[in-house]
């Protein structure tokens, strides 16, 4: 029997708590106040957008929203982050991915100052969560590491293998769970014999981007099965990177998704900026 591991529900708890702390900042006069940056009108990165909005206004978090044209500059973009960062009011900036073609993305990430990097996309923060002594945690590795805390889940001794080696996923995900004595493999496009080392995982963690890519038969009798991906596929619905129907009769905790790790990486979002707040007002 399997147990589902909400989203829905645990990033609530976590918002409750942020709501919380943001009151006693208020009442010493700080106000935490996130700014997104938005380029083009990609629909999805529009509905992210949208999200991060509301759960601002959930926690009491002012939010400022800077919408930029697709064909914008990279000197226009470039212009607004460090705009944004000497302005003082400003604890958090965001910009969302992907970005148009046309501007590198990497120079916009490496332009944000550190402690307004509430994404933790900077190379200095991600330095700090290679040697495991940091301010802000990657979102999305973050609210999952905040789920299985939240359901009693513990990685020690562990074989924990993810499926996917991006930077804002894969990759910080490893760190995270090295911290907590797992045994980590990650795999990619180039893993030879996935399904056999997927067998052996006690925790699965698919940031595959493709739609039901982890079928039952790759995974063992109770594992624990962490699913990252957002697909919108051809019927208009949303499909993760597991074959959840199929997978959750051998899972002993699953998450799904829509109601899984999304809403956690934005009630991680939330979390960095009150942390950014808290840093930068000393
Ligand atoms: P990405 O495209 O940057 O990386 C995908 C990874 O999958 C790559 O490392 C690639 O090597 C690996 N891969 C591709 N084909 C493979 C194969 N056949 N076998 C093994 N590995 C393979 O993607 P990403 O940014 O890490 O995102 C992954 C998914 O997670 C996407 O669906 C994305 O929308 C979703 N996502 C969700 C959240 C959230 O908050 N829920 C956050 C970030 C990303």
Redesign the pocket.
Known sequence: MFKLISGKEISLSVKERVAEEVKDLKKNGIEPCLAVILVGDDP?SKV?VNNKKKACEFCGIRSLEYLLPADASQEELNSLVEKLNSDESVNGILCQ?PLPAHLDEKEVLNLIKPEKDVDAFHPENVGHIMIGDFNFLP??PA?IMEMLKYENICLDGKNCVI????????KPMAMLMLKENATVTV?????KN?KEVVARADVVV?????AK?VTADMIKDGAVII?????RCEDGKLY??VDFEACKEKASYITP?PG???????ATLMQNTVTAAKIQKG
């Open positions: 999805a992210y991915l979102c999305t609210g499926i996917g080696r991006s930077n804002i996923v894969g795999c990619h496009s180039h893993t996935l698919a940031a595959v981007g493709k890519f699913d990252v991906g957002i697909n993760g990177d998704v899984g790790v999304g809403p956690m990486t934005i």
